[in-house]
C-alpha cells in the first residue's frame, strides 16, 4: 500500500455534488476539507439545516465511520450539520479526561466488561 492511500481521501466532482470521503487514516486538514466541501455543497443546492446531516452521512465511507454511523444513526440523523461535525472532534483534554476516568471509575452495579466497553 503506498503512503498516499494510507489516508483518507475527500473527492467532489463539483460543487452541486454531495462530497464523498473515501476510507483511510483521517487527519484534521481532511476534516476541514471535507467540512468546507459540505458547507459550499449546503450552500450551492440551498439545503435546509435538519436535512443536512442525513444528505452527507451516506457518503461517509470509511468503515469505522460507517460503523459508528450505523451505531449512533436515528442521534446523527437529527443532529445540524455543525453539531455533526463537534460528534467528529476529539476534545481537546481528551487525555486528562480519559485518564480521570480510568483511574477513578465508578463500579456501581456495572460488571469490569461494561466498564471498559464504556471506556471505548
Given at each position: 500500500m503506498s503512503a498516499q492511500a494510507k489516508f483518507a481521501v475527500l473527492k467532489q466532482d463539483s460543487p452541486s455534488?454531495?462530497?464523498?470521503?473515501?476510507?483511510g487514516n483521517m487527519t484534521s486538514g481532511i476534516?476541514?476539507?471535507?467540512?468546507?466541501?459540505?458547507?459550499e455543497y449546503f450552500n450551492t443546492k440551498d439545503i435546509v439545516?435538519?436535512?443536512q446531516a442525513p444528505k452527507?452521512?451516506?457518503?461517509?465511507?470509511?468503515?469505522c465511520i460507517m460503523d459508528w454511523?450505523?451505531?449512533?444513526?436515528?442521534?446523527?440523523?437529527k443532529l445540524t450539520f455543525p453539531k455533526l461535525m463537534e460528534e467528529f472532534k476529539i476534545h481537546k483534554d481528551w487525555e486528562d479526561i480519559m485518564c480521570?476516568?480510568?483511574l477513578q471509575p465508578n463500579w456501581n452495579s456495572s460488571t469490569f466488561w461494561d466498564f471498559s466497553v464504556a471506556v471505548q
Open positions: 455534488k454531495v462530497p464523498l470521503l473515501l476510507p476534516m476541514y476539507a471535507y467540512e468546507h466541501a459540505c458547507l439545516a435538519e436535512k452527507v452521512l451516506p457518503r461517509l465511507h470509511d468503515n454511523v450505523t451505531v449512533h444513526h436515528e442521534h446523527l440523523i480521570i476516568e480510568l
